[in-house]
T-cell receptor
Framework: QQQVKQSPQSLIVQKGGIPIINCAYE??????FPWYQQFPGKGPALLIA?????SEKKEGRFTISFNKSAKQFSLHIMDSQPGDSATYFC?????????????FGSGTRLSIRP | DGGITQSPKYLFRKEGQNVTLSCEQN?????MYWYRQDPGQGLRLIYY???????QKGDIAEGYSVSREKKESFPLTVTSAQKNPTAFYLC???????????????FGPGTRLTVL
């Protein structure tokens, strides 16, 4: 199974709240899980990433929680700000013999209200 | 100033016409990719190239063609055979697919194609 399932599709949170975006996968061959942030009319930019041998990774206000046995991972944004309003994509990478491929989730449109 | 550039930013096409989207990178990356993004959907891989003069089909290659004559350039042609070409097209590059790296992909700013 090459899919990465992402939820929710959209999310509205008050400033200072903690939005949580969830992703799930089936393929145990995935070996790298990046999150991308995309602002309207722009290309996605790498936000934070984690390997499956780590259960949590923090970078600033962004935290990835990873549950290998459940094949789930999530993004938490602490002390969210209106500037965090964007579309967020989770993704997973699988390596083939001489190549690798990134599979993207369907995206979550996040709005942080002032 | 390193990065990925895509041109044009906006492109309008009449039905039945082929159009070519430009993608250039000066990051010295070996691998380059083209994705299509539609509202409410994630990025879908059209074509990718690991090295000059070589490229592979992605998940939705029908109606598209690419070339990789130079390391820096990976143009995408949307042909008249593509039934629903209106979308946001994103080009990306990475250091090297399958070279023991995390294959972090860096994206360009995108081209919005509209078929009239």
């Amino acid at each position: 199974q090459q899919q990465v399932k992402q939820s929710p599709q959209s999310l509205i949170v008050q400033k200072g709240g903690i939005p949580i975006i969830n992703c799930a996968y089936e393929n145990t061959a995935f070996d790298y899980f990046p999150w991308y942030q995309q602002f309207p009319g722009k290309g996605p930019a790498l936000l934070i990433a984690i390997r499956p041998d780590v259960s949590e990774k923090k970078e600033g206000r962004f935290t990835i929680s990873f549950n290998k046995s459940a094949k789930q991972f999530s993004l938490h944004i602490m002390d969210s700000q209106p500037g965090d309003s964007a579309t967020y994509f989770c993704a997973a990478k699988v390596r083939y013999s001489s190549a690798s491929k990134i599979i993207f989730g369907s995206g979550t449109r996040l709005s942080i209200r002032p | 100033d390193g990065g990925i550039t895509q041109s044009p930013k906006y492109l309008f096409r009449k039905e039945g016409q082929n159009v070519t989207l430009s993608c250039e990178q000066n990051l010295n990356h070996d691998a380059m990719y083209w994705y299509r993004q539609d509202p409410g959907q994630g990025l879908r891989l059209i074509y990718y190239s690991q090295i000059v003069n070589d490229f592979q089909k992605g998940d939705i290659a029908e109606g598209y063609s690419v070339s990789r004559e130079k390391k820096e350039s990976f143009p995408l042609t949307v042909t008249s055979a593509q039934k629903n070409p209106t979308a946001f097209y994103l080009c990306a590059s990475s250091l090297g697919a399958g070279q023991g790296t995390d294959n972090e992909q860096f994206f360009g700013p995108g081209t919005r194609l509209t078929v009239l």
